[in-house]
């Protein structure tokens, strides 16, 4: 066949192409058809297979001895709140995916945690606990859905993560139900209550017995308190202890904007690694750890205080990480798939800020913290990167997918799901274990100046720089961090802006939204959002007519504009009604 020069050089350039794109990416020795990595970047040595996608947004997950997967999910689809996966014929990708876990209403919504343990399958809500035991050879468990714990939970924190020990015990995380136990919570200034009344409830983890049914948060005992929300959580055995990675507060710039920048608020506070021991006091909400000065600090709402009454000396973290890059799941490896440098280690995944604004969000990624006897023995690593596909990511909803649960499966393989579309990856590791080393680790390393990894520079990556508008200025200050800067919100806990009925329609709705707040979760465009809305009444008139005609004018809204007077007229009929 004759092929003209031009034809035949173009065939060229892509084979050359294609042969760089392919060696790029870690691919070798996956079962036959099927390379699809789901844009992974690993260790070298290491290959990643997407085993299923778009089985609804998923949360943690648990694999079972023979390697079928189970995964929570944030709501319920198909009426089922949990979902089976299977690999039958073993070549990397499941061919059956089922639903179950008939529990409807409002308790089958919300942040979620799954753990297999002692032949059942624990599930929890924002509001139960749940076990089924699990079937030899069945997929779906057969047996009744049984009530192991029972909550009567508040927002705003309401994941309730599981751990199990050696012992019998479970462990479950009860998260904070304000961001820095403010006397108005997430209002400008407003101080700390004192004591903080939450804390005999909420912002610690409670031990139960793992096999009892139908209890309460009274039937356990209060292991730890001062952790704010250590939804990332498990059970060391090789030391035989808890570790847990807490969030920080948020909107140290929103709320003491005289003690804090924009760039410290992105940076601060720490994502503080624990090892909780029993009766630990992690200081939350008097203290946070500070990572660039490597030292616990007195938050702002509690200077002055006599802290000595409530905790004299709060609990270091073993290790904090940058503010606000949400560390989701804990999973300490045992296996023996993969190289030494990893066994009982601590993989972390970080699904990724949502309030850096006006920088750039960060996190995205799982990290591995390397352990020997039990402690760190050197700093954090990147792991598997790649989730989000892109680098500057200014909205948190611009991440095409977002690591949320690690599990392992029996051949030491690693599992991890994703909070977007619902895909789970299997990362297994084809190397030398001989030559795995140095090379491997520095090329990772290097991942940590992406911008999406690396410390952003205080005005050169400052996004809202030069913004004349005075509405947007109001918003980038006060609504950015949970509503993003595109407008589309979290996709979890904080609605999008952007053609929304709450923003289009009422205007008096949206106007008493902003003075009074709203506490009860929100179905916007047919999605659950649990994120609480601080009230914006300290906001003059002219400050509310600004910012709300901004946001019913921008996000692709074509709404017209709110005025003074009319923030004036409901004000006056809230004001008259208290």
Not at 544 to 555: A, D, E
Request: with cysteine.
């Amino acid at each position: 066949m004759n092929l003209s020069k031009a034809y035949f050089f173009e065939l060229i350039c892509i084979f050359i192409a294609s042969a760089f794109l392919y060696g790029s990416v870690q691919k070798s020795n996956l079962p036959a058809g099927n390379v699809d990595d789901g844009g992974l970047f690993l260790p070298d040595g290491f290959e990643a297979l997407v085993v299923a996608d778009h089985i609804g947004r998923a949360r943690h997950l648990a694999v079972n001895e023979n390697g079928d997967i189970y995964v929570k999910l944030t709501y319920a689809k198909q009426d089922s709140g949990n979902v089976a996966i299977r690999d039958s014929n073993n070549d990397g990708k499941a061919d059956i995916i089922a639903y179950f876990g008939d529990y409807k209403a409002e308790s089958g919504y919300g942040p979620t945690g799954m753990k297999i343990y002692n032949g059942h399958i624990y599930f929890s809500t924002k509001g139960a606990v749940y076990r089924q035991k699990l079937t030899p050879g069945k997929l779906v468990p057969e047996s009744k859905i049984e009530l192991v714990l029972t909550d009567n939970y508040k927002t705003e924190h309401i994941g309730k993560s599981l751990a199990f020990d050696d012992d019998g015990h479970m462990y479950v995380n009860f998260g904070s139900i304000s961001n820095n136990c403010q006397i108005d919570n997430r209002i400008p200034e407003s101080p700390g209550q004192y004591p903080c009344a939450e804390l005999t409830e909420h912002a610690g983890i409670w031990r139960f017995a793992a096999n009892k049914l139908d209890q309460t948060q009274k039937d356990g005992v209060r292991y730890a308190t001062g952790l704010r929300d250590g939804i990332a959580m498990d059970w060391n055995h090789a030391t035989n202890t808890l570790f847990a990675v807490e969030h920080g507060r948020d909107g140290l710039h929103q709320t003491w904007p005289s003690l804090y920048s924009e760039w410290e608020s992105a940076m601060l506070p720490s994502e503080e690694f624990f090892e909780v021991k029993e009766g630990m006091n992690g200081g939350w909400p008097y203290y946070y750890y500070d990572q660039l000065q490597n030292k616990k600090v007195v938050s702002p709402e509690y200077r002055g205080v006599d802290l000595t009454k409530e905790v004299d000396k709060p609990a270091n973290p073993i290790m904090g990480f940058p503010g606000h890059w949400a560390p989701n799941d804990l999973f300490f490896y045992t296996g023996n798939q993969f190289p030494d440098h990893y066994k009982n280690g601590a993989f972390i995944a970080f699904i990724g800020s949502s309030n850096r604004a006006p920088y750039p969000q960060s996190g995205f990624f799982v990290g591995f913290v390397p352990f020997k006897n039990g402690a760190p023995s050197g700093s954090w690593e990147v792991f598997a990167d790649g989730f989000a596909e892109k680098e500057t990511i200014v909205s948190s909803s611009e991440a095409a997918h977002r690591p949320m649960g690690i599990a392992m499966g029996p051949d030491g393989s690693l599992y991890i799901s994703d909070a977007v579309t619902g895909k789970v990856w299997r990362i297994m590791y084809k190397g030398s274990k001989e030559s795995f080393g140095t090379n491997q680790l520095t090329k990772m390393e290097e991942r940590k100046m992406l911008t999406h990894l690396r410390t952003p520079d205080k005005i050169k990556d400052n996004l809202t720089k030069g913004v004349a508008d005075e509405g947007q200025k109001i918003y980038n200050v006060y609504c950015i961090s949970c509503h993003q800067k595109d407008g589309m919100g979290d996709g979890s806990r904080y609605p999008p802006l952007g053609q929304s009925e709450w923003v289009t329609g009422d205007k008096n709705r949206l106007i008493t939204v902003l003075l009074n707040g709203l506490k009860e979760p929100i179905t916007v465009n047919g999605k659950h959002f649990n994120g609480e809305m601080p009230k914006y009444d300290f906001l003059s008139d002219a400050d509310i007519s600004k910012v709300t005609s901004y946001i019913r004018m921008n996000f692709k809204n074509n709404a017209s504009a709110i005025h003074e007077k009319e923030v004036a007229s409901v004000r006056g009929k809230i004001k008259g009604k208290k």
